[in-house]
């Protein structure tokens, strides 16, 4: 059969596809020779009726017959073909250019450069991720700084997903102290802040931005007191007040484009139950003892609804033997850890929206956690992506901490590439792994 090269709506895709199956029905009852029917393209309900009727008008005789088939097949066919406008299409769609899912990503620890984005593309391939940190957004914010302007113009250049966090100053991580009541619930001004960061971001047609509004809430360091409260702040109200400031931020930037997904901080899988809240980052009251689950939880006490308002999970699901401790242990002791995702869905009831896993890895030699070698780290990397995170369709990306650092990197040794620029073994079991699943380029 020939037939002319058209472009046709969804709905008249599967008018077509009916219209085939009539006329090879058709064709199975009479095997003389018959005109070739030459498709047009179908845009309406009489397009499709006129078709099926030139294809029918020779076999069937019975004009009842024939209009029953008509309206059984047309409202069958482009019934099906009918977008469902109930659901956000984007939330479980992958965003890979083709239909090959890729997991494969890097975080970076600042906004990078185009080597560190170039290393990024060899390593996580076409449709592949990288976490940017755009750290520098207070309540006096009014705009991107032009590197964060251009790193997003990177990236989305090199085919990769932006996934970025957006955080105070380093050194600075006094968001509640920027509250406009002293109840610590108001975040107007600091949600319009952020609100100017990612409206002045380039976006891309069929490409989202996703945004992380900040980090790990729940460790006292990163939501800090400003000036001394003096008395210390119990794991309660730090998470009501980084609801009532996700739920304002959040707000905001769901009415700039549906472009735009948002989802809460990442917690630490073991989190603080008390900040001694003296205005630093580390006081003598801070204790641990929670799970940031219990910080999830309490979250939703204080703002019922502050889940509802995510459209991805961001989740820090470092390898672990337990929840919230017993951290950077051999794979096959891993995978409570490695699943912590799993565990903080069911906390917040959303098994709707996909996972991105923004801090993962193993380091070699971090003071306080057990050791391990280069080799140790690729091949538990490259056996955590076979065993658990190719396997979850939940997860639509995964990104380590971290390409490059001279601290976290050199000195800790969770690098894929050293800042001298030689390239860690993990690196290459990544890229090896990724060229395997078919995601292109080649390596």
Not at 43 to 67: C, N, Q, R, T, W
Request: aromatic share 8%; net charge negative; with cysteine.
């Amino acid at each position: 059969m020939t037939a002319d090269r058209v472009v046709v709506s969804r709905r008249g895709a599967v008018c077509v596809c009916v219209l085939a199956a009539v006329q090879r029905i058709a064709h199975s009852h009479d095997n003389s020779e018959k005109t070739d029917l030459v498709y047009p393209s179908l845009v309406s309900h009489e397009d499709f009726v006129a078709a099926i009727l030139k294809v029918l008008s020779s076999y069937i005789k019975m004009p009842g017959l024939k209009s029953a088939l008509i309206v059984g097949l047309c409202g069958l066919g482009c019934a099906a073909a009918k977008p469902d406008r109930t659901k956000d299409s984007t939330r479980r769609q992958h965003p890979s250019k083709d239909d090959t899912r890729n997991v494969f990503g890097i975080g970076l620890v600042s906004e990078g450069n185009q080597e560190q984005w170039n290393y990024a593309k060899q390593l996580a391939g076409d449709g592949g991720w990288i976490m940017l940190t755009f750290a520098g957004v207070d309540n006096t914010t009014t705009a991107p700084q032009q590197s964060w302007v251009d790193a997003v113009n990177g990236v989305q250049a090199l085919g990769l997903n932006p996934v970025i966090r957006l955080s105070p100053p380093w050194g600075s991580a006094f968001y509640r102290s920027e509250s406009d009541d002293d109840a610590h619930h108001d975040y107007t001004t600091l949600a319009s802040a952020f609100h100017a960061v990612v409206a002045g971001l380039p976006l891309v047609d069929g490409q989202n931005i996703w945004i992380q509004v900040d980090n790990e809430p729940d460790l006292c360091y990163e939501w800090a007191c400003a000036t001394d409260a003096g008395s210390p702040l119990d794991y309660t109200t730090t998470a009501a007040e980084y609801a009532f400031f996700f739920s304002a931020v959040a707000d905001s930037l769901h009415s700039i484009d549906s472009r735009i997904k948002v989802s809460a901080a990442p917690l630490a899988p073991g989190g603080t139950s008390q900040c001694g809240c003296c205005g630093q980052p580390n006081c003598p009251g801070d204790k641990p003892g929670i799970t940031g689950l219990q910080f999830m939880q309490a979250m939703t006490a204080a703002v019922s609804d502050v889940w509802s308002k995510v459209d991805f999970l961001a989740s820090h699901a470092y390898p672990a033997s337990g929840v919230g401790y017993g951290f950077n242990v051999p794979l096959d002791q891993a995978a409570p850890g490695l699943t912590y995702y799993d565990k903080e869905l069911s906390t917040i009831g959303r098994s709707d929206i996909p996972v991105l896993i923004t801090e993962t890895g193993w380091a070699t030699q971090r003071d306080g956690l057990p050791p391990c070698t280069e080799q140790n780290k690729a091949d538990w990397t490259a056996g955590a992506y076979n065993s658990t995170w190719l396997a979850d369709e939940r997860v639509a990306g995964v990104m380590p901490f971290m390409l490059q650092d001279a601290v976290w990197g050199d000195q800790d040794g969770y690098e894929y590439v050293s800042t001298n620029g030689d390239v860690a073994p993990v690196f290459t079991a990544v890229q090896q792994l990724r060229c395997a699943q078919g995601i292109t380029p080649p390596c």
